[in-house]
């Protein structure tokens, strides 16, 4: 799946970056900037992080619900802040409970970030003591931890020797409990909406409402842009569906009280 939109954020950021380093990147090098996710791909658990009180996990007991999952530098002063900001408001107008529904994983770039970076920026854009905040993690990892991180989930990214800018996709994996890439969804206007979905089918329906499945069944994913969009044909259906169900149950109740009556 070759997400399109993700070059678009891309150089979106290096319009950001100062003149002086945009001589050091070339028009090329944004061919290797992207996501390409393959069939089945999924993040590697047994991956060791250190979050950012310093303490070392395997990603195996931190996914342990629906997860969204953010790659970041939190060094970076132009995209990466801005992009987890997108994703924590949008999980919060979700309506999902960030206590026991899902949660936030944020993963550093840069192999030179520290815990003490991680959680400046978590601080700096998710409320302290909010149930979201208590739902996140921020953590960083050495540079092949990253490589395979990255790599694994299609993720393709460069940097600038010199001045140290990472330039990347801004986007948001939401990831099942064994750590498949459910979805990809742009880090940049997401909608709760759209979030909450993504969230309701990475687990399979356990959380969200009936009224998410409905939506789900009538809706389709536009990977080009990472949202849900309804589809007529699929609204439809599932209105013929109801239809039937409906005059089938009213023919089976008028035969039964006929044959009350006759009896």
């Not at 678009?8 to 945009?22: D, H, Q, R, V, Y």
């Not at 090098?29 to 390409?36: A, E, M, P, R, T």
């Not at 089918?201 to 959380?207: D, L, M, V």
Request: proline share 4%; aromatic share 8%.
């Amino acid at each position: 799946m070759h997400m399109g939109f993700l070059h678009f954020l891309a150089l979106a950021a290096l319009a950001s970056i100062p003149t002086g380093s945009l001589a050091r990147v070339t028009p090329g090098d944004y061919d290797n900037v992207g996501i390409d996710v393959s069939p089945n791909a999924r993040l590697p658990l047994e991956a060791t992080i250190t979050d950012s009180s310093g303490t070392q996990h395997r990603l195996r007991d931190i996914i342990s619900r629906p997860t969204v999952l953010v790659f970041a530098d939190y060094k970076c002063r132009i995209l990466c802040g801005p992009v987890v900001s997108f994703v924590a408001s949008a999980l919060e107008q979700s309506g999902l409970r960030a206590s026991d529904q899902f949660k936030l994983l944020v993963i550093g770039l840069d192999p030179n970030n520290v815990p003490a970076d991680a959680s400046d920026m978590r601080r700096s854009r998710i409320e302290a003591g909010s149930s979201l905040f208590d739902a996140s993690q921020f953590v960083t990892a050495d540079q092949p931890t990253i490589r395979a991180l990255t790599e694994a989930l299609g993720y393709r990214y460069l940097r600038d020797a010199e001045d140290r800018n990472y330039i990347h996709p801004a986007a948001a994996y939401v990831l099942t409990t064994n750590g498949k890439i459910s979805r990809v969804l742009t880090g940049l206007g997401l909608s709760g909406a759209d979030i909450r979905l993504a969230l309701v089918e990475a687990s399979a329906g356990k959380i969200g409402t009936v009224q998410d499945r409905i939506r789900l069944l009538c809706s389709a994913f536009d990977p080009a842009h990472g949202t849900y969009n309804l589809v007529v044909w699929r609204l439809l259906k599932f209105s013929a569906a109801i239809t039937v169900i409906f005059v089938g149950g009213g023919i089976g109740l008028l035969f039964l009280a006929g044959r009350g009556r006759a009896a």
